[in-house]
């Protein structure tokens, strides 16, 4: 089955080569006949003094032209956003001389530390396990490596795994909404991706799938930067490349500030 | 109003912080109390990451310290020969408090070093305060008044060596004693972010026997340096001293101070002793409670420390 649909791609190529004139754009969709064009509604969010969380806006066509077979299936579309990556630390707590503290911990590594997976129906519905595994569409498909040998037994591992997920879908850095992508049309689609107040700063990745019968057509990636701007870059800058001149900064404010208030306040 | 704070990472109610530093500023002012072990909390359980909490309220000390020694200068009510000898050991134990906090972040412990600690010590103190408050109530209730110090009794601290003198606390004292109690205070409270003042006023009235009224003043001083060396070491060690949620809480609280202060004018020493002590107790018992019973979540997540992207 894998080779004949390797096959059939190699013929689309030779054809879409020889019919010419298509854009460099849709090379790779044409080999399928079917193509995705994706884009978001910014490319920067800028975190000021105000940010109290925003949304981003992802849309895009699937273009489909004579070549495209036709399927019972409908289309799939899957958009995942992901932060940076970090390490996390799962801890859990336990009775130790009678009050409860941490006790057993277990390192993730590579985790992302945003993740918002938004499809047009249930992701299991919508491919096998390998594929969606492999591009992280639904939280229940994300591979999380150990980052290095702890006490907790593998047969313990999955209830932290099924603890950093919760927490994190709590905290609102991860989410699987399906049925979030909305169809505008035959090929018009759009969803809206919250991102929180708590979001992670950094550079971040928009990925978007078209998928049709269990297998993947095409997919589009979008770089989305989340950054503090202003006063509050400037500050985090300050507190982390000279933190001596943050502390003396901060003592100095407060001082004054108390001395103004001694002042002001000033009862003799 | 939501105000995002650039070393918390996260926007809150810009009122609510303001309010919760009037409040704890009511009460310091009521109690001639720094108020820090009754912020830090406060500031957990709002949601803003411990580390960051204790950092920046140690920052919060150093102005409502402040506050309160340019009031004492003025009246020349500080020794400041004996403040410096206390800063020595402050400086001690801050550094050690830091470099303890460090540790105990990257092993996952420091949230249970911070309510035990809080458990023992406001428990402890909590319980001496009010035993000491209600003997005082039913002494002046039977009509008997109650007995002052004598200056010149010595006890076993009056035996050491490294002898100093204190012109200004007409004092005469072994070095040693002063030089641990500034550690263990600055240690605590680089640990716990309190000013400490609630038990370096008792330690250098009865241990010391440092007249009163130079007390206050003195302690005020050696909070503020000593709180000051740990914004610093914080700074430098966790980067966790958030300015914007300091300032904030710093002018709440140098208001409310001012309200708690008058406040404090009509209630008796006795009264004022009672309720603190009733305070004290009450966060100990807190944090007691969240120790000993079981939590909803057992689990807990951390970002682990990595090399920060500069951004």
Redesign the interface.
Known sequence: MNTSRRSSRCRHVVVATLAGGLAALLASGAARAESLVADISADEVRIESNFTGTRIVVFGEIARDALTVGRPDPYDIAVVVTGPEVDVTTRRKGRFLGIWVNRDAETFSDVPSFLAVHTSRPPHEMAPRSVLERHRIGLHFLNLPIAHASDVPITDRANFRAALLRLRVASGLFAERSGAVTFLSESLFRTTVPLPANVPVGDYTVSTYLLRGGTLLAQDEQELRIAKTGFEQFTFWLAHQYSAAYGLIAILLAIFTGWLAGVIFRRD | M???L??A???VNMFMVFGMGGAVGFLSGLFGIGGGFLLTPLLIFSGIPPAVSVATVT??V??????????YW??KMIDFKLAWVLLVGGVIGSAVGVWLFGLLQKL??L??VIS?SYVTFLSAIGGLMLFESLRAMARRRAGARVPSRQPGKHNWVHGLPLKMRFYRSRLYVSVIPIVGLGAIIGFLGTILGIGGGFMMVPALIYLLRVPTNIVIGTSLLQI?FTM?AA??????ST?S?D??L??TL??GG??G??FGARMGQKLRGDQLRLLLALLVLSVGVRFAV??????D????????P?V????
């Open positions: 939501q105000i995002y650039p070393i990472e996260l926007p920052t919060q150093v102005a409502s310290s402040a506050s309160g020694v340019v009031a003025r009246r996952g412990q949230d249970l035990l503020l000051a914004t610093f070491l914080h700074a430098v980067q001293v300015v914007v300091a300032l710093m002018i140098v208001i101070a001012q969240n120790l000993l019973v079981q939590p979540e057992l689990f807990s997540v951390a970002v682990s990595l920060e992207a500069t951004r």
